[in-house]
Nanobody, 120 residues
Framework: QVQLVESGGGLVQAGGSLRLSCAAS????????MGWFRQAPGNQRTLIAF???????NYADSVKGRFTISMDNAKNTVYLHMNSLRPEDTAVYYC??????????????WGQGTQVTVSS
């Protein structure tokens, strides 16, 4: 089972930057990919960026060009570098990991969420 611990959220002015981190720990065979989702009040949780263990990335149109996802495979940690933040980026950000256990069964794990608030 994989446990995810997120950090780095907070309050920032529009145009500012933040970096979120998510560290994975526990007993597992491998992590296939990790991603960041966000959920604003009254909205569904949506995927904004993910990265495979091989380094391939994909982004939602709303963050493309402003956010960058990266992963340190040695530390099992994924980062989300957020630049040019806008008030509409305000949300709770969740980390997700898709992994294989030692029986090669596939699971998803979620972090507890970290609040990002962008003031205008």
């Amino acid at each position: 089972q994989v446990q995810l611990v997120e950090s780095g959220g907070g309050l920032v002015q529009a145009g500012g930057s933040l970096r979120l981190s998510c560290a994975a720990s526990g007993n597992f065979f491998s992590i296939d990919h990790m991603g960041w989702f966000r959920q604003a009040p009254g909205n569904q949780r949506t995927l904004i960026a993910f990265i495979t263990s091989g380094g391939s990335t994909n982004y939602a149109d709303s963050v493309k060009g402003r956010f960058t996802i990266s992963m340190d495979n040695a530390k099992n940690t994924v980062y989300l570098h957020m630049n040019s933040l806008r008030p509409e980026d305000t949300a709770v950000y969740y980390c997700n990991a898709n992994y294989l256990d030692f029986r090669r069964s596939r699971f998803d794990s979620w972090g507890q969420g970290t609040q990002v608030t962008v003031s205008s």
